[in-house]
């Protein structure tokens, strides 16, 4: 049988994954969920938005002869991932992750885990201080909640319309980013205090690095559950596992 591959990306892993692919001249398409407006070309004809929960996923897999998917999706993107355990198993379709490693505090590291973004939220209560907020413009109107800090947003598109905060500054930028460019960030902007999730790898590590050097406490939020399902930590591991 001939390989016919949907890779779910959005991710720098699924970005290595997309090249490795077309160089073995396999079959594939990407899927984005289309949060970014001007999506990075990535090798593999591209499709844009979502597929309308577990029963229209199935449906494209049955339609488009999808044989193998890997979910190479954000860590927080679990609804997907969820998506993809389900519709593969009903359609009979071959389903592996590729994974990040969690990031792990070091000695002397100052971080306080938090479930949820709700966690998040309540973990800022308290004296305003100046934040780095890098948990992406879907959850920010949730941080309103404590609008007695400054925030700092790094985001991939500038925003519309008016953001939740009174105290804010936004750079538009597109990772992945270094260490020594995210200090002079945090020092630039004073930053106190850095919110996180732990998306794990190395394309967004730098402001989990740059936040160690200066000194700073991190509130970290920990990734959400997910089924049981076979995983790869890299694009080799992926690559055999499609025979090539």
Known sequence: MTTNLLILGGTTEAKALCKAVRDAGVRGVL???????????????????GFGGVAGLADHLRAEGVTHVVDATHPFAAQM????????????????????QP????????????????GAVEALQGDAK????????????????????????????????????????????RGPFDVDSDIALMREHRIELVVAKNAGGSGSRAKIDAARA????????NRPALPERAEAHDVAEVMRWLGH
């Open 81 to 100: 991932s969820r998506n993809a355990v389900q519709a593969c198993a009903e359609v009979g379709v071959s389903l592996l992750a590729l994974t990040r």
């Open 103 to 118: 990031w792990v505090a070091e000695a002397g590291d100052d971080w306080r885990h938090v479930p949820d973004i709700d």
């Open 31 to 49: 899927s984005l969920a289309g949060r970014v407006k001007r999506p990075a070309e990535q090798g593999l004809p591209m499709r844009i938005g």
């Open 214 to 221: 200066l000194g700073l406490p991190l509130i970290m939020i």
């Open 130 to 173: 100046r934040v780095m907020l890098a948990v992406g413009r879907m959850h920010l109107q949730a941080f309103a909640a404590n609008p007695q800090h400054f925030y700092l947003l790094r985001l991939v598109d500038a925003p519309e319309g008016d953001l939740p905060f009174e105290d804010c500054e936004v750079v538009v930028a």
